[in-house]
């Protein structure tokens, strides 16, 4: 796995901590539907990343 994926989602999961974050903070989101959306964000985040791992396990069996 190369260097520029894993920061890319390590930088991927803060961006959508801040987000829930401001969003709790400047738009005085209520606590469990800033962790509703935090969830669901890092849900479809950690599935996309977990293709692209699959995506490259295929290549190196070949």
Known sequence: MSNKKIWLYIIGVI????SAVIAKVFF???SIKA???IFILLFVWHGWFQA???KMGR????
């Open 35 to 37: 962790a509703i959306i």
């Open 52 to 54: 692209e791992l699959l």
């Open 28 to 30: 005085n989101v209520k």
């Open 15 to 18: 961006l959508i901590i801040l």
């Open 59 to 62: 290549k190196t069996k070949k």
